[in-house]
T-cell receptor, first 111, second 112 residues
Framework: RKEVEQDPGPFNVPEGATVAFNCTYS??????FFWYRQDCRKEPKLLMS???SGNEDGRFTAQLNRASQYISLLIRDSKLSDSATYLC????????????FGGGTRLMVKP | TAGITQAPTSQILAAGRSMTLRCTQD?????MYWYRQDLGLGLRLIHY???????GKGEVPDGYSVSRANTDDFPLTLASAVPSQTSVYFC???????????FGQGTRLTVV
C-alpha cells in the first residue's frame, strides 16, 4: 500500500459545482499536510496547508481527520480555471524531512 | 525573485551516458528534494537532504546520486542513464518540516 493515496479521477464537473477530494495516508505519525495544484506540464504549487482545525481560503476548504487518517479538499462554485491536478502531500517527523505526495486527482471543470 | 532554478529545462540523453541535473535555490532553505514524475505514478521521491552535508534516500533512489556541498545547490547525477529514467524531474526546497515546499520548473529528460 502506498503511503499517500488519492483517487486519480478524472472528476468531470460543470461550472458552479461543488467537488470534494480525499487523500488517505497510512502512517499515523504523519505531521504536516498540504494540498498542491499542478497545471499540465508545470511544477506543483501550494494551494493551501491543512491545519488540524480545518482552514478555508475563499472557495477552498481543507480538513484533516486524524482518526481516519485522511485529508480533504472542498472546492465550491467551481471555475473553468480550477481545472488541474490536485496533489496532497504529507510529512513525517520520524522519517527525516521527507515530503511524500499522493498520485494526484485530476479535475476537469466544463462549461 | 529567482526562488528555485533547475537546469537544463530539457535534455535528450543517450543510454549509458552520465548527466547531472542542476538545482539551485536562493531562499536559504534547509531541506531540498528531488522527485521524478511519471504518468500515472505521481511524484516519487528520489533523494532528499535535510541540511548541507547530509543526504537521504527516498522511494526510488537506485541509479541516482546526490550531493549537498552547500545550502544552495543540490545536483542529481545519473551515472549511466537507462531508458526507464525518462521522466520529468522536479527539484524542491523548504525551510522547515512544517512549511510549504517550493518547486523548480522541472527538467524533462529523455533517455534513448
Amino acid at each position: 500500500r502506498k503511503e499517500v493515496e488519492q483517487d486519480p479521477g478524472p472528476f468531470n464537473v460543470p461550472e458552479g459545482a461543488t467537488v470534494a477530494f480525499n487523500c488517505t495516508y497510512s502512517n499515523s505519525a504523519s505531521q504536516s499536510f498540504f494540498w498542491y495544484r499542478q497545471d499540465c506540464r508545470k511544477e506543483p504549487k501550494l494551494l493551501m496547508s491543512v491545519y488540524s482545525s480545518g482552514n478555508e481560503d475563499g472557495r477552498f476548504t481543507a480538513q484533516l481527520n486524524r482518526a481516519s487518517q485522511y485529508i480533504s479538499l472542498l472546492i465550491r462554485d467551481s471555475k473553468l480555471s480550477d481545472s488541474a491536478t490536485y496533489l496532497c502531500a504529507v510529512t513525517r517527523d520520524n522519517a527525516g524531512n521527507m515530503l511524500t505526495f499522493g498520485g494526484g486527482t485530476r479535475l476537469m471543470v466544463k462549461p | 525573485t529567482a526562488g528555485i532554478t533547475q537546469a537544463p529545462t530539457s535534455q535528450i540523453l543517450a543510454a549509458g551516458r552520465s548527466m547531472t541535473l542542476r538545482c539551485t535555490q536562493d531562499m536559504r532553505h534547509n531541506a531540498m528534494y528531488w522527485y521524478r514524475q511519471d504518468l500515472g505514478l505521481g511524484l516519487r521521491l528520489i533523494h532528499y537532504s535535510n541540511t548541507a552535508g547530509t543526504t537521504g534516500k527516498g522511494e526510488v533512489p537506485d541509479g541516482y546520486s546526490v550531493s549537498r556541498a552547500n545550502t544552495d545547490d543540490f545536483p542529481l547525477t545519473l551515472a549511466s542513464a537507462v531508458p526507464s529514467q525518462t521522466s520529468v524531474y522536479f527539484c524542491a526546497s523548504r525551510a522547515t518540516l512544517n512549511t510549504e515546499a517550493f518547486f523548480g520548473q522541472g527538467t524533462r529528460l529523455t533517455v534513448v
